[in-house]
């Protein structure tokens, strides 16, 4: 008998087998599979959306995890630390608290925010920044170093002056050139404080930083005013003259040289500069130049029928001119600045003068009776200018016309020694037919030379105070006496009064 075991029978499930059986399992397990996934899907899109515009996970800001906070709470934490740094600084014997802003410091609150929360939130990145552990947003902080240099400045105490250079000063009155002294200054070097706002500021946390004061020395010397000053006194010291052309020297004081000369300092203002007046000096060598020159004058010469000279009217004088004046003023202006010395002379060329040569007056025929007053008289019809002739040697003075006398010679009275009448030729420029004569401006009345005569007759002035005048004082004429006039009698200076005018020639010579 065979017996065979039957499995429902005995009360237990019945098996799958075969094909179809296998595939009810596989089916079974996508189905549990496809709910979990579905589970977890839900939720991991739940807490990525929980992320957005917030910041992600293992997001730090000053050490402080904000994950999942707002722009505007990370902005508030990032503000009130900065407002709660401070920064000690020492400098010299004062301490002081200070926040960053006094030190040009500015805290970018809503930059870091933005930072902090700006890294993408999409599921994948959520999800990633979740198993990707801390990512640390340092704050968005900027340092004006301008304005931490002024503070840094600032904290030198209102007592302790900046450096005072030194300076080199002339006094008129005594001629003297003089060095100030400088002063030495305190200050800081910035550079400590810059240094230490910047590598600590971004930490957002207080700290100290010593700032020294130091003596700071002014950038002109009392050393090197006190150099400039003996430099000075070696230019003045230097003997300077400049050679004329007659062999006399013009001696270039030091008294002059102080007026030419100034100090300052120069355009970087780091030295002193001893300098030099272009202009002055050029214009006092020109009128140097000028008194050495001498203007030529023309002589005039009578001649008779055959164009033999019969008497020198004039005597011609040869002029003098200097030709290197600026040449000159350059070598002085050299020597001033002490780059070489003075070894200066005039040089001239001549100015030749002409001869003017005119008619000698035909031979006046004997009178009768010596004193007759004819030979005042003109010749009939004279032609030319009208002009007088002073002469100094024969010490007479006449009229002419053209080439012809029509007065004189008379006798005069000229300038004694120390009073010597001028040479030249001159025109007439002022007269008056009375006039006071002194000399007060120029002497007291106690003065031996002092003089005031009243109601001088019949004055023609020819040259500054030279003239003619009647001399109603003297008894005779044909010397050297007057203070430089020519002193005619009453009746002689009224003639030439009478006939002469303004703008008449007058050559004067001996």
């Not at 008998?1 to 079974?28: C, E, I, K, Q, W």
């Not at 990145?125 to 301008?146: L, N, Q, Y």
């Not at 703008?503 to 004067?508: A, N, R, Y």
Request: charged letters at 25%; glycine letters at 8%; hydrophobic letters at 40%.
């Amino acid at each position: 008998m065979t017996n065979v075991t039957d499995s429902a029978a005995l009360g237990g499930p019945s098996r799958p087998t075969g094909r179809h059986g296998r595939r009810r399992v596989a089916l079974l397990i996508v189905a549990i599979v496809a709910v979990i996934a579905v589970v977890l899907t839900g939720g991991a899109l739940a807490y990525a959306k929980q992320f957005e515009g917030r910041a992600l996970p293992g997001t730090t800001v000053l050490g402080q995890d904000v994950a999942g906070q707002t722009p505007e709470e990370i902005a508030a934490l990032v503000a009130e630390r900065g407002e709660e740094v401070t920064v000690s600084v020492t400098a010299g014997e004062k301490q002081l608290e200070v926040g960053l802003e006094e030190l040009g410091v500015s805290v970018d609150a809503a930059a870091t925010a933005q930072a902090a929360v700006g890294r993408d939130d999409s599921f994948a990145d959520v999800i990633a920044s979740t198993w990707s552990g801390e990512h640390e947003v340092s704050p968005v902080v900027a340092v004006d170093e301008a304005s931490t240099v002024a503070f840094a400045k600032g904290l030198v105490p209102e007592d302790r002056t900046t450096p005072v250079d030194a300076e080199v000063t002339f006094d008129e009155d005594s001629q003297t050139w003089t060095a100030e002294p400088g002063r030495n200054g305190q200050g800081v070097d910035p550079q400590p404080l810059v240094d230490a706002v910047t590598a600590h500021a971004p930490t957002l946390e207080s700290f100290s930083v010593e700032q020294p004061i130091e003596e700071i020395a002014p950038s002109i010397t009392t050393e090197e005013a006190e150099a400039v000053v003996a430099d000075i006194a070696a230019l003045l010291e230097q003997p300077m003259a400049i050679e004329g052309p007659d062999g006399a020297t013009h001696e270039v004081s030091s008294e002059r040289r102080n007026g030419w000369i100034s100090v300052a300092p120069d355009e970087a203002e780091q030295t002193l500069r001893i300098a030099v007046d272009e202009d002055a000096v050029r214009e006092w060598v020109s009128t140097v130049a000028a008194q050495d020159a001498v203007e030529p004058e023309d002589g005039i010469e009578q001649v008779d029928e055959d164009g033999e000279v019969v008497k020198v009217v004039t005597e011609k004088k040869d002029g003098l001119k200097i030709t290197n004046t600026d040449a000159v003023a350059d070598q002085l202006i050299a020597a001033l600045t002490g780059t070489t010395p003075l070894e200066a002379a005039f040089e001239s060329t001549t100015v030749e003068a002409t001869v003017e040569q005119v008619d000698a007056p035909a031979p006046a025929e004997e009178e009768d009776e010596e004193d007759s007053e004819e030979s005042a008289a003109p010749p009939a019809n004279p032609t030319g200018e009208k002009w007088i002739d002073v002469d100094l040697s024969a010490k007479t003075v006449t009229a002419y016309v053209g080439d012809t006398p029509v007065w004189g010679p008379r006798a005069m009275v000229d300038g004694k020694e120390g009073y010597e009448t001028v040479t030249g030729t001159y025109e007439i420029y002022l007269r008056y037919d009375r006039q006071d004569m002194t000399n007060a401006p120029y002497y007291p009345e106690d003065h031996p030379k002092y003089y005031y005569t009243p109601d001088v007759p019949w004055v023609q002035y020819f040259h500054r105070g030279y003239g003619f005048h009647g001399a109603p004082w003297r008894s005779s004429f044909g010397y050297s006496g007057s203070h430089g006039c020519i002193n005619l009698p009453v009746s002689d200076a009224k003639w030439l009064y009478d006939w002469a005018s303004i703008g008449t020639k007058t050559v004067v010579h001996y």
